[in-house]
């Protein structure tokens, strides 16, 4: 049996939507009884001052005075009575005598009968009004005492029906209807005008899958390694994760913050800035390597700016390792090639029967090679280094390039702390040595002069070539990530050797140099402080 589907619940603007409309028509129900009862209160206490002051009138009426004390007051004082009825709009004037008995009536059948009613205070001299049932019906009436010379000789009452009072309020009442109903129109129509507006903002979601949505995204947030930011129009910080903060070395509150403001290197906060997509983009701060794409968000117009950071520093430092690597596989490979003729002129020679000259042959091939190595192993103990520069000369062998160990250059083993791994010493020396080999082949001698040295003030590097050398005025160029004088389009990793050996070399809070060699090219040195290795050996000697 299918289970049955429940109904999705009211979106937040629906909600909303409901609950305003039903605060407008309680709002404006409850104003609309208000104003009637209070109408009708102000209707019949202007009825009562309408009513004293027809009845004051007559009572203060010379003519009237006169007549209650004539043998037959009814005779003068009927037609009086109706004609001031007629003329100030009240529905009855009666008068009668001191004891009650009404000289006038609007229904002439009652004259001569007792007034229904109270009348003891005007009696006494007093003046009031009141509402009570008569035989016209319910009225709101006034009573006042007729007084000569004073004394009483009679009493006057005026009033209005309640019948009449409500007729009156009801135009007032029709157009209160009117006013509540356009109020309510009008306030319904905002109401649905805003939510309609909210509805798409909130893309019809209701309040808990906006709830559920907003933890969603914060536990997604906080949870992904990489970094995100997001900016709004401005450029300014609206959202970033932990990842980002990270990544970017951000410290203190960043939200709220201009992208300018965050102190990151110039191409970096050149790329945040932009109003273009960025697709994998590579990025140095000052000790990482990240990957940087951003996306504007725009809906009509330009709401902000979504970027992603991802942290490639060790995946940038294993991929000059591999490009290492698969250089020495092909220096290998043409070096395998290369054996592989001599060996072939080797037997040929001894096939011929000219022994004697295979062997010197072999015998050059061999020194010349084991003289390299020598060169090389005699410099250098430390392992990693040796076995970078053996690499290094071959593949500048195999274009073309003498790569020259200097002979002041000296390193032990062991020598290098903990604080410096390898794999940066291969970062530093191998980029810089690769920028000398690109600029040195195509100059004639072509030459690579590495110096590496240990003394008391720490690591010393030297690599020159026998290039073209840099521009003075791009001293401090050369070091920024993109900058490169090969042709554009050559690699897409070009430019970046450079800024990531000054990255490696600041993070280790060592000095890096350029200027012009004195054979002509350019010469680049790096001074590594060592300090925990000195430490090591005084311990040592002592």
Known sequence: MPTPRLPRPRSLAGQLFAMQAVLIAVLVAGYALFTYVSDRGQAREAAGRQAMAVARSVADAPSVRQAVTTSDPTARLEPYALRVQDDTGVDFVTIMDPGGIRWTHPDRAQIGKRFLGHISRAQHGGSFTETYTGTLGPSVRAVTPIEDGGRITGLVSAGIKVESISARLQDQVSALSGVAGGALALGAIGTYVINARLRRSTHGLNATELSRMHDY?????????????????????????????????????????????????????????????????????ATRVLVV??????????????????????????????????????????????????????????????????????????????????????????????????????????????????????????????????????????????????????????????????????????????????????????????????????????????????????????????????????????????????????????
Do not use: C, Y
Request: proline content about 3%; charged content about 20%; aromatic content about 2%.
């Open 217 to 285: 995204h914060q536990a997604a947030l906080h949870a992904v390694r990489e970094g995100l930011l997001m900016l709004d129009g401005q450029f300014r910080v609206a959202l970033i994760n932990d990842g980002g903060r990270e990544l970017l070395g951000a410290t203190g509150e960043v939200v709220g913050r201009s992208v300018a403001d965050l102190g990151l290197p110039a191409p970096l906060t050149g790329a945040l800035l932009s109003g273009q997509p960025r697709m994998d983009e590579v990025h140095l701060t």
């Open 293 to 542: 794409n951003t996306s504007p968000v725009s809906g009509g117009e330009r709401r902000g700016t979504v970027v992603t950071l991802r942290d490639v520093t060790e995946l940038q430092s294993l991929t000059g390792e591999l490009d290492s690597e698969r250089g020495f596989t092909q220096a290998l490979r043409s070096q395998a090639h290369e054996a592989a003729n001599r060996l072939h002129t080797v037997v040929s020679l001894i096939e011929l029967g000219r022994a004697a000259e295979a062997a010197d042959f072999a015998t050059a091939e061999l020194e010349l090679a084991q003289a390299l190595t020598d060169q090389v192993v005699a410099a250098v103990d430390e392992p990693v280094l040796a076995a970078l520069l053996l690499g290094k000369a071959a593949q500048a062998n195999e274009r073309g390039v003498e790569l020259v160990v200097s002979g002041d250059s000296h390193m032990d083993d062991g020598l290098l702390p903990p604080s410096l791994p390898a794999r940066d010493l291969v970062t530093i020396l191998g980029n810089l040595i690769d920028n000398a080999m690109d600029a040195a082949q195509s100059s004639a001698g072509a030459r690579v002069t590495v110096t590496a040295r240990t003394d008391g003030s720490g690591l010393f590097l030297r690599v020159a070539d026998t290039g073209t050398g840099v521009d003075p005025a791009h001293t401090e160029a050369v070091f920024e990530r993109g900058w490169s004088t090969k042709q554009a389009g050559s690699h897409g990793g070009r430019g970046l050797g450079l800024a990531l050996v000054r990255q490696t070399v600041r993070r280790h809070e060592g000095d890096l140099t350029m200027r012009q060699a004195v054979g002509g090219g350019a010469e680049f040195e790096v001074l590594l402080p060592l300090l925990s290795s000195h430490a090591d050996l005084s311990g040592g000697d002592v």
